[in-house]
């Protein structure tokens, strides 16, 4: 058997927006402590010297359920609401029934309420498919029972306008052709759809990643042969300084042996960056 107090705590304290869900536990919680008696039949008749002890076990047994069921109910409404509840009211049945007088809401409003959150449902992503869909079937359950029932074809319509951009292609397809799916297998479909959408869109990542590194690395290559260059070319063109300077001393050696006197204005005329000054002529 399930601890009495863990049964008990779960059932929460009652407001004003929350009765249906109160009620729903409260008899969950009773019914597993079976203790839900008193909220299902009737008081038995009252004993007389005639009754047997049947009846005297079951008026006993339904008594202790009474007793029980409205202590439960005492202590998961608020205190204030308590003083409100005429003290006549001895059974756990009539003692519910007068709690749910004052919450019973209009059938209309409540009407209103399920079919706007029932519009508002729409695939955003975050759960799949099939989660998203069975977030519509506990609705239209509810509008079914306050008799509005809603066929499965406008409902599979809801389902295929709520679906985002990507699923376009899909909603075409669906609508060229002639057969209706029944909603289950529509769901089926959406779930195969939704599946391929995610593959391609892991396909296309890693496209993208690829071309990426490639790019990258094509850049690397570039930047590296342009710095490999560089001292290259530095080299070269010391290289061609030194030669330069060789020669050109060699021909003021020359110019100097066959014309000591005009050598001077000769090389003055010669200008070449990085050169050695040339002395005066004697």
Sequence with gaps: M????????????????????????????????????????????????????????????????????????????????????????????????????????????????????????????????????????????KLRVLNLD??????????????????SQFKVSYNCQKETWPLNELISHCVQEEKRLKQDKIESGYLASTSKSKDKGKKRKKDKGAADTAPQNKQQKESNDRRLTVTFVKLKGILRSIAPTITHGILRKCVYEGLPELPKAK
């Excluded at 005297?56 to 202590?71: A, P």
């Excluded at 809603?150 to 699923?167: G, K």
């Design 150 to 167: 809603l066929s499965e074809d406008l409902l599979a319509h809801l389902v295929l306008i709520f679906l985002p951009t990507q699923f």
């Design 2 to 141: 399930v601890p009495a107090n863990i049964n008990i705590n779960s059932i929460p304290m009652l407001n004003s927006l929350n009765f249906k869900s109160w009620k729903e536990n409260l008899k969950i919680v009773l019914g597993m402590m079976d203790l839900d008696l008193a909220l299902r039949e009737n008081s038995p008749p009252a004993l007389t010297h005639k009754s047997t002890s049947k009846e005297k076990r079951e008026k006993k047994r339904w008594e202790k359920s009474n007793c029980i069921c409205v202590m439960i109910i005492k202590r998961t409404i608020p205190e204030a609401f308590r003083g409100t509840i005429s003290e006549t009211l001895t059974k756990a049945k009539d003692f519910l029934a007068d709690i749910e007088k004052r919450f019973v809401k209009n059938e209309k409003d409540e009407i209103g309420t399920l079919l706007t959150n029932l519009i508002s449902k729409k695939y955003t992503g975050k759960y799949n498919i099939r989660e998203y869909s069975m977030q519509i079937f506990p609705l239209a359950s």
